[in-house]
């Protein structure tokens, strides 16, 4: 129980300073009360489920996977075409005036479900919905968070793919969806409290950058550095995929999770955050 209860508040640390310095950065400059206050609205909502949810030992990635959810999240995807574009770029579901970044929530999950279907070797159908969904990015389209995702699930493919030269050229073949989704950028303009939050963050000072920056890399390091025993490639995979977000938003223009504005990047880190806490607190 005191390896459970010390997980979950380590789980909160992590998301604490980047969270904080986001927000207070856009209250210095100005940006209005009712952005930021959601940012800190979603984090609080998630404190509370994720601590029920610690507590019960059935939890992602335990027991046989069904793919209902996985093709929820598929659903979702796909959903982000009905709604209104903006700048012929797809991908959000509207919810009155919350627009929800479905890809930065369903993602993690995602990942987390097939890994384990790759666990009870069901490559096949891991390798088509990992393509499903590739495409589904393409067409929002979504550079960094096809590359995110794409890049984990080439690397659980390949460790699973039982030296077969075919299943190998499969995941390769999947690469080629990231080359393309860099060379069609899409030409949405960056906002300032979104995907440029840093430069409001520098304007507090040069301390505040360097503590900003070690921050963020906090973000996917418990995944990398402090997998469960039983998981440590699939965790290995989630903190890859933060990693490469961060450094997505640092070459492009794409949003950078938890110091920028946006309720949907916190959800998805709360569904990761939360499996892994779980994860340490019973199954290593």
Partial sequence: MFQARLSYVLSLFVMLPPLLIGVIAMNVNNVPKMIWMQNIIIFLIGVIISYFVIWKRKFLGMGQVTYVPIACTIFLLALTFIDPR????????????????IASIVLPLLILLLGRCLSQNNWGKTFLITCIVTVILFLQPDA??????????????WRKADAKVSRALSVCMLFVFIALS?????????????EDIMDLVRKLGIGWSIIGIMSLLLLPAPFIFS?????????????LYFLIL??????????????GYGVSPII?????????????AYCT
């Fill in 182 to 194: 860099w060379i069609y950028l899409d030409h949405l303009a960056p906002v300032l409290y979104v």
């Fill in 268 to 280: 998805g880190y709360f569904i990761a955050i939360t499996w892994l806490a779980q994860k340490k």
């Fill in 144 to 157: 960094s968070q096809l590359t995110a995702f794409v890049i984990p699930m080439a690397l659980l493919l």
């Fill in 227 to 239: 997998p469960p025993s039983q998981e440590k490639l699939v965790s290995f995979c989630i903190g």
């Fill in 246 to 259: 961060l450094i997505s938003a640092y070459i492009g223009h794409f949003p950078v999770p938890l110091m």
């Fill in 86 to 101: 903006i700048d012929d770029v797809h991908r959000w579901i509207s919810f009155g005036p919350i627009k929800l970044y």
